[in-house]
């Protein structure tokens, strides 16, 4: 599975960003999908997630209300919509992939990643 992100950029507290994140290499029905973030000097970390053939969605505190994620079947696509933008969203954030039945929520649990995309949100 290749996964392949962009749309990352720099942006002004309050902007928006949409995140897109290509898929490859087999169907993933039964993939859980996911985004993480990683800013500097800290661990990457989760942001949110979703079952490809499900409708349910998994979001990381700081993400809730805020941040949509989507996926679009017939462009084999996951998507991250960000809102309201604050500086500490700064970071690379990655597309992640995994076939072991759920939704990756830590780095452990993912067994495909994305080339990551940088975000940089100023004050």
């Known amino acids: 599975v290749q996964l392949q992100a962009y749309g990352g950029g720099l942006v002004q507290a309050g902007d928006s960003l949409r995140l897109s994140c290509a898929i490859s290499?087999?169907?993933?029905?039964?993939?859980?999908v996911a985004w993480f973030r990683q800013a500097p000097g800290k661990e990457r970390e989760f942001v949110s997630g979703?079952?490809?053939?499900?409708?349910?969605?998994n979001y990381a505190d700081s993400a809730k209300g805020r941040f949509i994620i989507s996926r679009d079947n017939a462009e084999n696509m996951v998507s991250l919509q960000m809102n309201s933008l604050q500086p500490e969203d700064t970071g690379v954030y990655y597309c992640?992939?995994?076939?072991?039945?759920?939704?990756?929520?830590?780095?452990?649990?993912?067994?495909?990643w994305g080339q990551g995309t940088q975000v940089t949100v100023s004050s």
């Open positions: 979703m079952f490809w053939s499900r409708t349910s969605t």
């Open positions: 290499g087999r169907t993933v029905n039964n993939y859980g």
């Open positions: 992640a992939a995994s076939s072991r039945g759920k939704v990756p929520q830590t780095a452990n649990e993912v067994e495909y």
